[in-house]
């Protein structure tokens, strides 16, 4: 059965910097084995997006519980059959959250993932080719975005 939704998170320090993870080498869906993206995952039946984002990002992903400003940035439909995943490929659609945190990395508990890391907007060019390519394509819209507010 396919999950009814998913759910990431752009968070950004207070520099603007913006903390990915990154997938370790036995991440199922070896195509993205390795590379950086969002903190996230599938929302469950009955589970509002908020609360998906709060139970994968929050509680099982980051251990952040103090995150600020949560907010929706974007829906996107995503089919991960396109970038050739054939385990569990992620169809549907996806909620890309922003918020704030206040940039103590020592705060954060990874429980999923090779690792994290900060990335300002320039530096996003160097792992543009190991990235999720539907990720990096929201990474870069909320960049944007910040310049017009």
Request: aromatic share 14%; glycine share 8%; proline share 4%.
């Amino acid at each position: 059965m396919e999950n009814p939704f998913y759910v990431g998170a752009l968070i950004l320090n207070p520099s603007n910097e913006i903390l990915l993870q990154r997938k370790d080498l036995g991440y199922p869906k070896k195509q993205f084995a390795g590379m950086w993206t969002t903190f996230g995952g599938a929302g469950n039946y009955g589970e509002t997006p908020i609360e998906a984002f709060d139970r994968e990002v929050c509680m099982e992903e980051t251990g952040l519980e103090d995150l600020l400003d949560i907010k929706l940035f974007k829906i996107i439909d995503i089919d991960e059959t396109k970038y050739g995943i054939t385990h569990k490929p992620s169809k549907g659609s996806c909620h890309f959250f922003e918020c704030k945190f206040d940039g103590n990395l020592s705060k954060i508990k990874l429980r999923e993932g090779a690792g994290f890391s900060v990335f300002d907007e320039k530096e996003l060019k160097q792992i543009e080719n190991n990235s999720f390519p539907y990720v990096f394509e929201i990474i870069k819209r909320f960049y944007d975005s910040l310049r017009y507010r």
